[in-house]
């Protein structure tokens, strides 16, 4: 058994102690009230960030690209099963996608863009882009599964970007792209709520390391335009892409 695992067992000792009196009203049903589709970054604690240690609170869905999309057979887009099933049959009614900065399937989404296009963006600090096909056929799926979302944002970057900075405009692109998917799909309720924030542990919005910052709000992009509908939040709302 290695030490890693000891540890999470160790770590589940302590969670199970704490929370041991938190499911008798959950225990056999969940309505929670979110349905948050997160990065499954290592670096992205999903449910602290939130600061939620409620079980049946916030239905978490974890990908790499914080993805809410899946193709049918068909090739058509739909919401995932993974991201419907609290909407559906559940009750929630508030759904938030969690882009993170430097995200590393938006890198590489961007950079397998880069690899297959001759006008694409050049980076002299980054290094050779590689094409999907280079990575394993997992990866390549879910690089694939992003590129028809991420792939048009590539021409709306403003010129003169370095690479890390062009990753992170494309976060907020795709974080647009997935909460259109959602407010989109006439399999969730009309009366659901889509967010879209970027959780930013690198420095890029300024304020704290950890810290979530709106922008996206039922599809609505302009950062004033929501601090002027939600001015209770407007200190939370920064974007950095606008296009």
């Known amino acids: 058994m290695t030490e890693s695992f000891?540890?999470?067992?160790?770590?589940?000792?302590?969670?199970?102690?704490?929370?041991?009196?938190?499911?008798?009203?959950?225990?056999?049903?969940?309505?929670?009230?979110?349905v948050s589709v997160c990065c499954s970054d290592s670096r992205v604690l999903q449910d602290d960030l939130w600061g939620n240690h409620e079980p049946g609170r916030v239905f978490t869905v974890g990908n790499?690209?914080?993805?809410?999309?899946?193709?049918?057979?068909?090739?058509d887009a739909v919401v995932s099963g993974d991201v419907l099933y609290p909407l559906a049959y559940t009750g929630t009614r508030t759904a938030v996608v969690v882009g993170h900065t430097g995200c590393g399937a938006v890198t590489a989404t961007y950079d397998a863009v880069r690899a297959e296009r001759d006008d694409a963006p050049a980076?002299?600090?980054?290094?050779?882009?590689?094409?999907?096909?280079?990575?394993?056929?997992?990866?390549?799926?879910?690089?694939?599964?992003l590129r028809r979302d991420v792939a048009p944002g590539v021409d709306e970057l403003p010129r003169g970007l370095d690479h890390a900075d062009a990753v992170n405009h494309l976060v907020e692109y795709n974080v647009d792209r997935?909460?259109?998917?959602?407010?989109?799909?006439?399999?969730?309720?009309?009366?659901?709520?889509?967010?879209?924030?970027?959780?930013?542990?690198?420095?890029?919005?300024?304020?704290?390391?950890?810290?979530?910052h709106v922008?996206?709000?039922?599809?609505?992009?302009?950062?004033?335009?929501?601090?002027?509908?939600?001015?209770?939040?407007?200190?939370?709302?920064?974007?950095?892409?606008?296009?």
């Open 6 to 34: 000891r540890a999470l067992l160790e770590g589940n000792r302590e969670h199970a102690d704490a929370a041991a009196d938190r499911f008798d009203d959950v225990q056999h049903e969940q309505h929670p009230d979110t």
């Open 215 to 243: 922008v996206n709000v039922d599809g609505e992009r302009d950062p004033d335009a929501v601090r002027d509908a939600n001015p209770e939040v407007a200190e939370r709302v920064t974007r950095r892409f606008e296009y």
């Open 123 to 145: 980076h002299e600090d980054a290094p050779e882009p590689m094409p999907a096909s280079a990575h394993p056929p997992g990866v390549e799926r879910c690089i694939d599964l």
């Open 178 to 212: 997935q909460v259109d998917v959602i407010r989109d799909s006439e399999d969730v309720p009309a009366d659901a709520s889509v967010f879209g924030v970027v959780y930013d542990f690198q420095d890029v919005y300024g304020g704290s390391r950890g810290e979530v």
């Open 64 to 75: 790499i690209g914080n993805r809410v999309v899946q193709r049918t057979d068909e090739g």
